[in-house]
């Protein structure tokens, strides 16, 4: 059966590349992004592809948008049967150093916007009869990570969330909730991030293609899971995090720096915290190559991590 499925954060990353995905199996598209010109091409590509597609340019983040979205997405398409949430935004920093608005909006974007989406999907889905929705979080969601405070505290938060949601949905029949929370993506996010710590931040290897979330999307899409994992590591990490704290915090600063940061300098500045950035809107971010880089380059700085952990332990 074709299903009308809505995607906000369709421009770039995750979101378009679940845009490709569920239009190569014939959905019908609501697609939802700030950048009208990027959204656009998105729109063409799943059309070019033989699915039906409208274009809405919309801020998750502005009181009333997400209503004006369903309501386009039911005056097309008749209904919403499932709404997969991508849209996301990140910031680099201290917590003390970065500014307060920027973390702000980014708990903003990240948790109440999908607050919003969650909100007017389930008030939809209970008019219709049924519906799924798919939330993206991260694995952050369960562990922790210096300079990323207002994504790891927004990603808790939605941790939270969808278990709540999943807990009042049994009450719900025909209404699926589901959390895909990914590890270290090959998308954009992190050079469009804005930076207050003078490094632009890089995903950790090992790295997993946006297209890969996206196939796990589709599949909570046809058959709906509490929550999915996509990432290798995903498991040792939230292990070490609950059984091992202490050796986790020693060594999850140094392995930060390390692997979660390039040596590239950059000026403090917003990235798209605020406002989309065009030009870098892609499904790729173009991180998977460098992959055996970087790893040689644990290799060869293993020694000083090694000392960073003598340093620190009692």
């Not at 059984?243 to 390039?262: C, E, H, I, K």
């Not at 000026?267 to 406002?275: D, K, S, Y």
Request: glycine share 10%.
């Amino acid at each position: 059966m074709t299903r009308t499925v809505v995607v906000t954060g369709a421009t770039s990353g995750i979101g378009r590349a679940t845009a490709r995905e569920l239009a190569g199996r014939g959905d019908r598209l609501v697609l939802a992004a700030r950048s009208p010109a990027t959204l656009a091409e998105v729109r063409d590509e799943c059309r070019a592809a033989g699915a039906r597609a409208i274009a809405v340019p919309m801020d998750v983040t502005e009181p009333g948008s997400v209503a004006a979205l369903a309501d386009a997405a039911r005056a097309e398409f008749g209904r919403v049967d499932a709404w997969v949430h991508t849209a996301a935004v990140m910031a680099y920093g201290r917590f003390d150093e970065t500014p307060a608005e920027v973390f702000e909006q980014v708990v903003r974007t990240d948790l109440l916007a999908a607050a919003a989406v969650a909100r007017e999907a389930l008030r939809r889905f209970s008019d219709a009869g049924g519906g799924t929705l798919v939330l993206t979080g991260s694995v952050l969601g369960h562990i922790t990570a210096p300079y990323m405070s207002g994504y790891v505290a927004a990603k808790w938060g939605l941790q939270g969330l969808a278990r709540t949601l999943q807990q009042e949905a049994r009450e719900t029949p025909g209404i699926a909730v589901c959390l895909v929370n990914p590890g270290s993506v090959d998308t954009p996010v992190y050079r469009q991030a804005a930076n207050y710590l003078g490094r632009i931040g890089r995903p950790p290897p090992p790295i997993a293609s946006p297209e890969r979330v996206a196939r796990a999307i589709a599949h909570c899409l046809d058959r709906p899971r509490r929550e999915v994992s996509v990432g290798r590591l995903n498991v040792v990490m939230r292990f070490g995090f609950t059984v091992l704290p202490g050796v986790y915090d020693v060594l999850v600063g140094p392995l930060m720096r390390l692997a979660g940061l390039t040596r590239s300098p950059v000026a403090a500045h917003e990235g798209i915290v605020f406002r989309p950035n065009p030009a870098g809107e892609a499904v790729r971010g173009g991180w998977r190559p460098g992959v055996s880089q970087v790893v040689r380059a644990v290799g060869g700085r293993a020694a000083t991590v090694a000392s960073a952990v003598r340093r620190r332990l009692p």
